[in-house]
């Protein structure tokens, strides 16, 4: 019985370790270039952010400005959200900097060659 009970265990263990479900590959498929990512996502999330408290000193007085109602509060969450998950989409494999030929909007990277390349290690668009 207790030989018994023993095998009983042993096979039971035996097919849930056989049955471990092996992760199906991801597939990517990016539409977007980075610069469309940067332009879409993390630029209007972090401006929003970075927006979102000031102060305004004039002849008239002080003006502070920052999130006060659940409202305000819950669209600083939002675009927060928006800016840490698109670091994910920075990282998915065979994303594109850019259209091949495409000029950037941010003069400073007008003259970096090579950034229409892949960003996935294979070509001087590469991104660490
Ligand atoms: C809050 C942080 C960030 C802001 C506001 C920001 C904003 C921008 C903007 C406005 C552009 C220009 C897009 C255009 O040319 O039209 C850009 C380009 C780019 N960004 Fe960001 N970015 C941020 C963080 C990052 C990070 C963390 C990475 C990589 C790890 C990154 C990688 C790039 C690359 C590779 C380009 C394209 C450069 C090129 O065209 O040569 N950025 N970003």
Redesign the pocket.
Known sequence: MRTALLVLITGVVGVLSGCKSQAPPIDYAPMGT??DV??GV??PS??FLWNSVSTVVTAKGTERKEPRTDEDWKQAHNHAVA?VEA?NL?LVPGRH??RPGEK???PR?RA?PG?HRR?DGQGP?H?P
């Open positions: 980075l610069r940067m332009n993390v630029d972090a401006d800016l670091t920075l900097i850019a950037s909007g941010q990277f970096i950034r960003h668009g991104v």
